[in-house]
């Protein structure tokens, strides 16, 4: 008979979102039965196709219990009241669910952070379980909370707190990093900057590991991606896909294509930047004031699908990195780096040295990474001249090389 597992995740798929796949990547290849407790968020159909046909997702119990978009007022801040009672629900039921069948081992997700609220209730009053508490983004003493909002609405920094404390509470964080048996992080950034805020790192370091992003070879999703042809448009077409706000600053960037523009009246014979998803206002003035709209050009949010389809078609791929210049360490990874590196094209990386997005894209052999003017300037004319081909291996992205890493010596 096989260990059994409970997962107190909050939110899972097929439900699409970064944390969600993260989790199901990180459990899918342990040989156990997984019950899972979650909120109910929309499905996915793309990613309900590929859980259909994934033999790892049939050991997967799903119980669900409030809808999602209530119980954590990510983009509805004005239920919060309604939230904090579902919140409490949501733990209490999670430690009736898990008292009824025996459990060796439990999972909980930083996002939502109520999922570690869980943990530590089931924790202390079963303390025989092995608590495995998974990490995305730091919490405690977040750069993202410290976001200058002198320039948005009274109703925009409303939300912005109230999001804070909802769903990137200290506590959250605390809970896990002090009580469970596991630490589970992406990358050595997040985890020293996280664990370091700490009495006894060292005893913190002994309980942690590394799972990194990775990929699932057999999904669709992903293998659509691999061994994509190198497209060449004229002018090339570079994109970013993601949101634009807080950290993730664009001064140098535009600062940068505004000066090629000056000295090179034929770039955008050369070379278009596309940006799909959220861009803040003031960045957007900046690109009339530069007259930069021909050259940096903005789209609304579209679905993963509709993401890859853009990635696969186009000839660059821009990733704007979280800027924390004179900081020991950033510790956020863009999750969408893994699909960047499976289509081996050219990489425009507005990173700092201090990143794990620098780190990894130099790994890999990409020299066109840098957040100084003058650099970015210089890197992209590097990937207007460029008409080399990448080729490095995928191995560490492959997910099934982390089959027991969670439990194993547990």
């Known amino acids: 008979m096989k260990d059994r597992m ?145 320039d948005r609405s009274f109703v925009y920094r409303i939300a912005f707190n109230v999001g804070g404390f909802a769903l990137y509470n200290d506590r959250y964080e605390e809970a896990a990093v002090l009580n469970a048996d596991r630490l589970v992080f992406i990358c050595e950034e997040q985890r020293d900057f996280t664990l370091k805020q700490y009495p006894d790192y060292g005893k913190l370091l002994e309980k942690s590991v590394i799972y990194p992003l990775t990929y699932i070879p057999e999904w669709d999703m992903y293998d659509e991606l691999l061994d994509v042809p190198r497209t060449h448009h004229k002018p090339m077409q570079a994109v970013h896909l993601g949101r634009l706000y807080g950290l993730r600053k664009i001064d140098s960037f535009l600062e940068a294509l505004k000066e090629l523009k000056e000295e090179d009246k034929d770039l955008k014979d050369k070379i278009v930047f596309h940006q799909y998803s959220e861009i803040q206002a003031p960045d957007v003035k900046k690109i009339g004031e530069y007259g930069l709209e021909g050259l940096f050009v903005l789209h609304d949010k579209v679905t993963y699908q509709e993401s890859v389809e853009i990635m696969k078609n186009n000839d660059v791929l821009v990733l704007f990195d979280t800027l924390m210049p004179g ?59 460029d008409k080399g081909e990448y080729d490095y291996s ?12 969670l439990i194993d010596k547990l």
């Not at 209730?121 to 200058?148: G, R």
């Not at 990489?347 to 052999?365: A, F, M, Q, T, V």
């Open 327 to 385: 900081a020991e360490v950033q510790p956020y990874l863009p999750s969408k780096i893994v699909e960047y590196l499976m289509l081996k094209k050219p990489i425009l990386g507005i990173c700092d040295s201090n990143s794990p997005s620098y780190r990894i894209l130099k790994e890999y052999g990409f020299d066109t990474v840098g957040s100084d003017k003058d650099v970015i300037k210089e890197n992209i004319r590097k990937i207007i001249e």
């Open 6 to 150: 409970f997962v107190a995740s909050g939110s899972f798929v097929p439900y699409n979102d970064t944390v969600t796949l993260l989790t199901y990547k990180r459990l899918r290849n342990l040989d156990l039965d997984i019950d899972v407790f979650c909120f109910k968020g929309k499905e996915d159909p793309s990613l309900l196709k590929e859980l259909e046909k994934d033999e790892q997702f049939k050991k997967f119990h799903l119980n669900y219990t409030t809808d999602l978009d209530w119980a954590v007022p990510r983009n509805y801040p004005f239920r919060l009241p309604v939230s904090l009672v579902y919140m409490k629900k949501y733990i209490d039921d999670a430690l009736k669910e898990f008292e009824k069948k025996e459990y060796k081992y439990l999972f909980t997700s930083i996002v939502p952070g109520v999922s570690h609220l869980a943990g530590l209730k089931i924790k202390q009053k079963h303390p025989e379980v092995k608590w495995i508490a998974s990490f995305s983004d730091p919490f405690k003493n977040s750069p993202y909370k410290k976001t200058d909002l002198s």
């Open 394 to 405: 995928l191995s560490k992205l492959n997910n099934d090389n982390y089959g027991t890493l």
